[in-house]
């Protein structure tokens, strides 16, 4: 699986910003799909996962309420709809693909895959 995430872009506290990440393969449908973050300096942080049918989400606490992870299986994507966006969100955006345990949804080790990020960046 190859993952290509894209969206990424300059934008105000308080905007919205929508992420998306294209996989190839006709698989997608059979792997969890994850979103994480790195900002500069810091280690890679768990944003949003959706399980294969996308009847299950998990998201972390900092962005819960603002962030709306969904997929559409007919077009191998996965979105990442960023709300109330604030400085701190600020991040290389990363998607990943995975088929271990939904257990381990919050966890890289989960992934086989990665996109290559995409930078979001939140004026104040």
């Known amino acids: 699986v190859q993952l290509q995430a894209f969206g990424g872009g300059l934008a105000q506290a308080g905007a919205s910003v929508r992420l998306s990440c294209a996989a190839s393969?006709?698989?997608?449908?059979?792997?969890?799909m994850g979103w994480f973050r790195q900002a500069p300096g810091k280690n890679r942080e768990f944003v949003a996962a959706?399980?294969?049918?996308?009847?299950?989400?998990s998201y972390a606490d900092i962005v819960k309420g603002r962030f709306t992870i969904a997929r559409d299986n007919a077009k191998n994507t996965v979105y990442l709809q960023m709300n109330s966006l604030k400085p701190e969100d600020t991040a290389a955006y990363y998607c990943?693909?995975?088929?271990?345990?939904?257990?381990?949804?919050?966890?890289?080790?989960?992934?086989?895959?990665w996109g290559q990020g995409t930078l979001v960046t939140v004026s104040s």
């Open positions: 990943a693909a995975g088929q271990q345990s939904w257990l381990l949804i919050t966890l890289s080790q989960h992934y086989d895959y």
């Open positions: 393969g006709r698989t997608f449908r059979s792997y969890d």
């Open positions: 959706i399980s294969q049918s996308g009847s299950m989400t």
